[in-house]
């Protein structure tokens, strides 16, 4: 067994919140040991350009910011890059990975991370597995997405999501043939009301993107897809972007608390308190929270506790910016299950609506075109998240 120093931290997963984490600790202790184990091929990489990258002619590897070498040396930090963690072993304080060679190993840790990630949510329908549906949740993915793609191909996109817009918008952008099956009425249906949705989709469909709103897909096969209203749409390559399910199976199996992510108090301790979680795969007292500026608040409360000076996370309301150049929007969501209701200002492209409670405080907004620019004075005005 490689024993970690006592102290020492183990980050499992090198995404934006295991390596920023990594970064915040370093700058406040320049002695703790900090190893990060990751499946991937550990590169640093912004993971929101996987969603607008096509149409500016990115590949997988203009999208690398730092080699995992780069980042060991700035970090000062050890990182066993397509190393595959197996299991927690709580009692021994050791984590079992599966190394590239397939030969299994065990590492102490002092305190441990799971900075895991999650995973993209299948699409199940008859004939789902066998029809080359893929998914885009990493550099590796997104290279064999672009690869897979040849010029003027036909692309059918499940989910008009935050994430499924996006694609559609830069895979338009990029001259792919874009259709679109959402069971919901409008685009970003969760986040926008139904005039700044209805709004989206006919930016989108001015790009050239064709919508089937308010259908599924009910059969599967090679090249083809059924909805549910009988019509069928042919294509060349298929993408899935239908929600993330959180990666719990190694704190459920270690015996950690998980409902929906990997619960967490306020100091993002899970239910035990060596163990810590971050970013998508954890449920902190706000709910999931898979967004780049809370893993960011994250990531520097949990540095701080590391570093023996605990810190609850605190954090304000946090506005998203959706990059479908087509219509810029930003959205900022009530909490789930909050009361109230949409009230619209502006026309057109350039609309403001705000999520307004019976006692008439604003609980979220969502901003198109011009308005956008409405977004810090408005984040302002929002109920703290934590
Ligand atoms: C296409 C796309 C566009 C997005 N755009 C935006 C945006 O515009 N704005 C925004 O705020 N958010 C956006 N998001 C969300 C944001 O990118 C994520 O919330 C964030 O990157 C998650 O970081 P993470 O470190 O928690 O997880 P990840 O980046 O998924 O990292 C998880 C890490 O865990 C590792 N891992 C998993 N299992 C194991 C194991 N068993 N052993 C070892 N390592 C393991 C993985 O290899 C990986 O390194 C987007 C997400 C996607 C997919």
């Known amino acids: 067994m490689d024993r970690a120093p006592q102290n020492g931290v183990v980050i499992l997963g090198s995404g934006l919140g295991g390596y920023t984490l990594a970064r915040e600790l370093r700058k406040l202790d320049a002695q703790v040991s900090i190893t990060i184990v ?34 060991a040396e700035d ?11 197996a299991a927690i072993r709580r009692d021994a304080k050791t984590v079992v990975i599966r190394r590239p060679d397939g030969d299994e190993m065990e590492l102490g840790y002092g305190r441990l991370v799971l900075a895991l990630g999650a995973d993209p949510r299948p699409y199940v329908a008859e004939g789902s597995e066998t029809a080359g549906l893929r998914t885009v949740n990493d550099l590796d993915d997104y290279a064999a997405w672009r690869a897979a793609l040849s010029p003027g191909a036909r692309v059918l996109l499940v989910g008009a999501g935050l994430i499924g817009s996006e694609f559609a918008n830069d895979l338009a952008g990029a001259g792919f043939c874009v259709a679109v099956v959402d069971p919901a009425p409008w685009p970003l249906g969760r986040l926008l009301p139904q005039a700044l949705g209805e709004e989206m989709a006919k930016a989108l469909g001015e790009a050239g993107i064709s919508f089937h709103l308010g259908r599924s897909v009910t059969r599967w096969s090679m090249g083809r897809a059924e909805l549910d209203d009988g019509s069928a749409i042919a294509y060349d390559q298929a993408l899935s972007a239908i929600g993330l399910i959180p990666r719990t199976r ?33 449920e902190t007292p706000a709910g999931l929270l898979p967004f780049i500026l809370p893993l960011m608040a ?89």
């Not at 000062?76 to 595959?84: D, E, M, N, S």
């Not at 270690?254 to 306020?266: P, Q, W």
């Open 75 to 85: 970090l000062k930090a050890t990182i066993l890059a397509r190393h595959r963690v």
């Open 250 to 282: 190694l704190a459920s199996e270690a015996g950690l608390v998980v409902e929906r992510g990997i619960k967490v108090d306020g100091s993002l301790a899970t239910s035990d308190p060596a163990i810590f979680a971050m970013g998508d795969c954890a």
């Open 298 to 386: 994250e990531a520097k409360a949990l540095a701080a506790t590391l570093a023996g000076c605990e810190t609850p996370l605190k954090l304000p309301a946090l506005p998203v910016v959706v990059k479908t150049p087509a219509l810029p929007m930003v959205v900022c969501p009530p909490a789930p299950g909050a009361v109230g209701d949409w009230v619209m200002e502006g026309a057109g492209r350039d609309r403001k609506a705000l999520f307004v409670s019976p006692q008439g405080k604003a609980l979220g907004f969502a901003l198109s075109g011009a308005r956008v620019n409405e977004r810090q004075s408005l984040a302002k005005e929002m109920p703290d998240l934590l």
């Open 38 to 71: 990751t499946a991937d091929g550990g590169e640093s990489y912004s993971k929101p350009m996987l969603s607008a990258a096509f149409a500016q002619g990115k590949d997988a590897l203009s999208l690398m910011q730092k080699s995992p070498g780069q980042m």
